[in-house]
C-alpha cells in the first residue's frame, strides 16, 4: 500500500503518517450487507453457460431454427407437396431458394417442413423420455429395496435391446407415421433417463430435508414431486438435451430407410435418401440442404448438452 | 466370478427370449397370411401351404415351433424369393457385414484412442481443440450423410475412389471411414476426458517421481487405467456399427446383411425381417455378454458378486 518512492528515502518508516494507525470506525449498518448479489443455481448456471460460446451459438442457431420452421413454410411462395413437373432439378434461383426436386418441389419449403418434423420428433421423444423416466426411476430409486431390484432388473433387460432393431421392428408392425415413429422411440428410449433419476434419488433421498417431509406426512408422490426432483433437474435437463439429437438421429435414418415419414411429406432423412438418386448429375443443393440441416441441428444439441453439462454440474462449482 | 457370469448369461438368454417372443407376436399382428396376396391360389393349395408352414395350427403351438426353429438356428424360408431361406441369405451376407464391422470397429478404436490421447496430452491446446472438433462434427454428422457426402466429393467429383461394391480394399475405403468416424468420435471423447483424470492420479506422479519416461508412463500407467471407459461402452458402439451396416451397405451396394434386412423391410418379407432381427438381437446381446465379462476380468476394482449403487 505504501507508494514505491517511500521506501528510497533515509527513514521510511517515519513517512508513514500516524492515523494510517488509527483504528477504523466501526460500521455497524453495512456489516451485514453481502458484496456481490447472491445468484441461484439457475442464475449461477445461465452465467456459465453464457461464457461458453459454442454452447450459446448452438443454442441460437436452435432458437433461429424453430424460428424458422415455424415460419419457413409460411414465407415461402410455394406449397410443400406441389408438384411441378416443367420445374425439377433446378439449382437455387430467386424463385426457388433452395432448388427443387425431382418433382419439381421447392426444397426451400420443404427443408423448413422437414425441420417442423425433426424439431417435434426430437422435442416429443426427449418429453415423453422424461416424463416415463422421472416416474419409473423416482419411484425405483426412493422405494428401494425389493421394488428397486425388480424394477432395475425390468430396466437391465429393456437396456439390452438393440434400440434401432426394436424401433424398426415396431415400424414395420405399426406401420410409417409420425406418431407411430414417436411411440417407437419411446418404447425403450426412457430406461437412459431412469437410470440418471434413479442414481440421482438414491444419493439425496438420505438427506435431513427428505427426512423432514417424511416426518410431517409426505407422501412419496410429494417428495419425489417437491423434494427430490428440483435438485436432480440439471442431470435431467442434460440428458433431455442429448436425447433430442439421438431422437432426430433416429428419425432421419428410418426416413432414409424408408420406414419414417412418408411422401408427400418431407423430412431430410427422406430427402437426404432422394438425393441418394440424382448424386451423379451433380444436383447438389439436392443433398446439401437437408445434409446440412441434420448435422448442423445436431451440433447444436450436442454443443448445447455439453455447455448445460459444465453449467449444471454441481462437482464443477466452486 | 462364476456367479457373475452365470447371472450375466441367464440375463442374455431372457433378453434373447423377449426379443424372439415380441417379434413373433407382433409379427402376429400384422393382418392376413404370406400366402392370400395377389395370385389366387386354390383352396386345397392353400390348406396345403399353411399346413408346411404350421400356419394352420394354434397360435401356441406356432410358437412352440417357431422358439425351436430359433434354437437349432433355422429361421425358415424367404417369401419373396422363393429359392432363399433365412439362413441362405445370412451365410452369404453376414461374413460380408462383419468384414465391414470388424474393420470399423478396428479403425475407430485405434483412431480414436490415438486422437483422445493426444488431445488429453496437450490438454487446452491446438491439437485438443482440432481434436475435439472433430470429434464433435463426427458425432453430429449421421452416417449416412457423411457416406452420400464422401460419395459426392471424393467418387463423383474427384473420382479418387470407387463409390460402391465391395470387391477390392479400395472399395472398401468410404464405407469404412464413413461408418467408423460416429464411433471413433465417441471413443476419443471418452479417451480424452478419462485420460485427463487418469493423469492427476497419485500413481501418475509416482511413476513421474520414479524417473520413468513419459512415453512408457503414458502407455503402461496411464492409457492402461483411462481405457476402462471405452470398454464399457464398446458394446453400445458396436449396435450403432451394426444398425449403421443397414444404411452403409444400402448406399454402397455391399451385398451384406444389412443390405438383405433392408429389402425385406421395403418389401415386407416377413420371415427374413423376424429372422434377422432375431439373429442380429441374439448377436449383440452375445456381444454385450462378452464386453460384461472382459470388463469384470480387466478391472479387479469391480465387485463382480455385489450389485453396485449406480
Do not use: C
Not at chain 1, 65 to 92: C, E, K, Y
Not at chain 1, 302 to 312: E, I, P, R, T
Request: net charge positive.
Amino acid at each position: 500500500m505504501i507508494p514505491a518512492k517511500k521506501q528510497n528515502e533515509e527513514t521510511p518508516h517515519s513517512s508513514i503518517p500516524d492515523e494510517w494507525f488509527k483504528p477504523k470506525e466501526k460500521n455497524t449498518e453495512d456489516a451485514e450487507s453481502v458484496v456481490r448479489p447472491s445468484l441461484s443455481y439457475w442464475e449461477d448456471a445461465w452465467r456459465r453457460l453464457r461464457q461458453n460460446k459454442l454452447a450459446m451459438s448452438g443454442l441460437i442457431f436452435l432458437i433461429l431454427l424453430g424460428v424458422m420452421a415455424v415460419i419457413g413454410p409460411w414465407i415461402s411462395p410455394h406449397d410443400v407437396d406441389t408438384q411441378n413437373l416443367p420445374n425439377q432439378n433446378q439449382a437455387p434461383s430467386l424463385t426457388h431458394w433452395f432448388g427443387t426436386d425431382e418433382l419439381g418441389r421447392d426444397v426451400f419449403t420443404r427443408t423448413w417442413y422437414g425441420a417442423r418434423i425433426s424439431l417435434f420428433v426430437g422435442l416429443m421423444a426427449a418429453l415423453i423420455d422424461f416424463f416415463i423416466g422421472v416416474a419409473y426411476g423416482g419411484l425405483s430409486g426412493y422405494k428401494g429395496g425389493r421394488t428397486d431390484n425388480i424394477m432395475m432388473r425390468i430396466i437391465e433387460i429393456l437396456y439390452g435391446l438393440p434400440y434401432l432393431l426394436v424401433v424398426i421392428l415396431l415400424l414395420v408392425v405399426m406401420g410409417p407415421s409420425l406418431l407411430t415413429i414417436i411411440i417407437a422411440l419411446t418404447v425403450t428410449g426412457w430406461v437412459g433417463m431412469a437410470r440418471i433419476v434413479r442414481g440421482q434419488v438414491l444419493q439425496l433421498k438420505h438427506n435431513e430435508f427428505v427426512m423432514a417431509s417424511q416426518s410431517f406426512g409426505a407422501k412419496t408422490k410429494r417428495i419425489i414431486q417437491k423434494n427430490l426432483l428440483p435438485n436432480t433437474m440439471g442431470p435431467i435437463i442434460v440428458q433431455m438435451t442429448l436425447t433430442v439429437p439421438t431422437a432426430i438421429f433416429a428419425e432421419a435414418f428410418l426416413s432414409f430407410l424408408g420406414l419414417g415419414i412418408q411422401s408427400p411429406f418431407a423430412s431430410w432423412g427422406m430427402m437426404a435418401n432422394d438425393a441418394l438418386g440424382v448424386i451423379l448429375s451433380g444436383d447438389w443443393w439436392r443433398l446439401f440442404f437437408p445434409a446440412f440441416f441434420i448435422s448442423a441441428t445436431m451440433f447444436a444439441f450436442n454443443v448445447l448438452g455439453d455447455g448445460l453439462q459444465d453449467a449444471l454440474d454441481p462437482k464443477l462449482r466452486r | 466370478m462364476a456367479k457373475y457370469i452365470l447371472k450375466r448369461f441367464i440375463y442374455m438368454i431372457v433378453t434373447v427370449f423377449i426379443i424372439a417372443t415380441l417379434t413373433f407376436f407382433l409379427m402376429n399382428l400384422l393382418p392376413g397370411s404370406p400366402f392370400n396376396e395377389e395370385r389366387t391360389t386354390n383352396e386345397a393349395v392353400q390348406r396345403n401351404l399353411e399346413a408346411h408352414y404350421h400356419l394352420d395350427e394354434p397360435l401356441v403351438v406356432q410358437y412352440v415351433l417357431y422358439l425351436k426353429s430359433i434354437v437349432t438356428l433355422d429361421f425358415g424360408p424367404s417369401i419373396k424369393q422363393p429359392t432363399e431361406t433365412v439362413n441362405s441369405l445370412l451365410g452369404r451376407g453376414f461374413p460380408i457385414s462383419a468384414e465391414l464391422g470388424i474393420w470399423t470397429i478396428l479403425i475407430a478404436l485405434i483412431s480414436g484412442v490415438a486422437l483422445g490421447v493426444f488431445a488429453a496430452l496437450k490438454h487446452n491446446g491446438v491439437i485438443d481443440y482440432i481434436a475435439m472438433t472433430i470429434a464433435v462434427l463426427g458425432i453430429s454428422i449421421p452416417n449416412f450423410v457423411l457416406a452420400t457426402l464422401l460419395i459426392q466429393q471424393l467418387a463423383v467429383n474427384l473420382g479418387v475412389l470407387p463409390a460402391a461394391t465391395w470387391s477390392s480394399p479400395q472399395h472398401m475405403v468410404l464405407p469404412i471411414v464413413a461408418l467408423a468416424t460416429g464411433p471413433m468420435a465417441i471413443i476419443a471423447r471418452l479417451t480424452r476426458s478419462s485420460m485427463l483424470e487418469t493423469l492427476t492420479q497419485d500413481y501418475i506422479k509416482m511413476a513421474r517421481a520414479k524417473g520413468l519416461s513419459p512415453a512408457k508412463i503414458i502407455v503402461k500407467h496411464a492409457l492402461k487405467n483411462a481405457l476402462m471407459p471405452v470398454v464399457t461402452i464398446l458394446g453400445t458402439l458396436l449396435a450403432g456399427v451394426l444398425t449403421g451396416t443397414f444404411v452403409i451397405e444400402k448406399i454402397f451396394a455391399i451385398p451384406g446383411m444389412g443390405k438383405y434386412f433392408v429389402e425385406g423391410i421395403n418389401q415386407r418379407d416377413y420371415p427374413v425381417i423376424m429372422g434377422t432381427t432375431v439373429f442380429y438381437s441374439a448377436f449383440l446381446v452375445l456381444m454385450l455378454f462378452l464386453v460384461d465379462i472382459a470388463y469384470g476380468i480387466l478391472d479387479p476394482r469391480i465387485k463382480l458378486h455385489k450389485e453396485g449403487g449406480k
